[in-house]
């Protein structure tokens, strides 16, 4: 279901994907993104989360910085990120990358559609932080950089079949079906042979 839409760059759509509780809204002013999403989770076996996603082929890179973060759920579980998704469906394959409200930075992955998600995560991280994927190839290299992004600490590296065009973009959940986590983002950018054309910020 596409969600409420405030204006977003040429070639970016937005959509609430897995029908969270309440509806989320992505927006995009000089350079500054503000997505707000609710829903239960990005994680198990399908997600509720607001997509903020322009559509790439093959190998590419996507950059953002999470600049804040909204605690939106007593566990401390709210979630913004950037992700690559196969498709918009709840259950799809995909692989992000996320800054928690309390846990630290995780890189997750669903290798099959319906499957469950596995995550790695490095603790006592807090925005602003930097969030890079790179696909190459079937591999998928998620890092985070707190220098404004001079330097890159990897979190993990993990080969997920997807098909050559994918979604790529910016996830945001509340961890909470009844609130809305709102989040913003900031230097944002897409590299590769894309099929739409990302803001060129």
Request: glycine share 10%; net charge neutral; no cysteine.
């Amino acid at each position: 279901t596409v969600s409420a839409r405030a204006v977003l760059p040429a070639g970016w759509s937005n959509a609430d994907i897995g029908a969270p509780g309440m509806a989320g809204s992505s927006g995009y002013t000089n350079g500054n993104w503000t997505v707000r999403g609710g829903g239960t989770d990005i994680y198990n076996n399908s997600d509720q989360f607001q997509y903020a996603y322009t559509t790439v082929n093959g190998d590419s890179t996507l950059i953002a910085q999470v600049t804040s973060l909204q605690n939106t759920d007593s566990g401390g579980w709210a979630k913004a990120g950037i992700m690559f998704r196969n498709v918009t469906s709840a259950a799809a394959v995909d692989v992000s990358i996320i800054q928690s409200s309390t846990h630290g930075v995780s890189y997750q992955w669903r290798s099959t559609a319906n499957g469950g998600t596995s995550q790695n995560a490095i603790t006592g991280i807090n925005p602003p932080v930097w969030l890079r994927l790179v696909r190459s190839n079937a591999t998928f290299t998620g890092s985070f950089s707190t220098n404004n992004g001079s330097t890159w600490v990897q979190v993990n590296s993990q080969s997920v079949t997807m098909s050559t065009a994918v979604l790529a973009g910016l996830d945001v959940t509340a961890h909470n079906n009844a609130a809305l986590n709102t989040s913003t983002f900031t230097n944002v950018s897409v590299t590769g042979a894309l099929t739409n054309a990302p803001p060129q910020i």
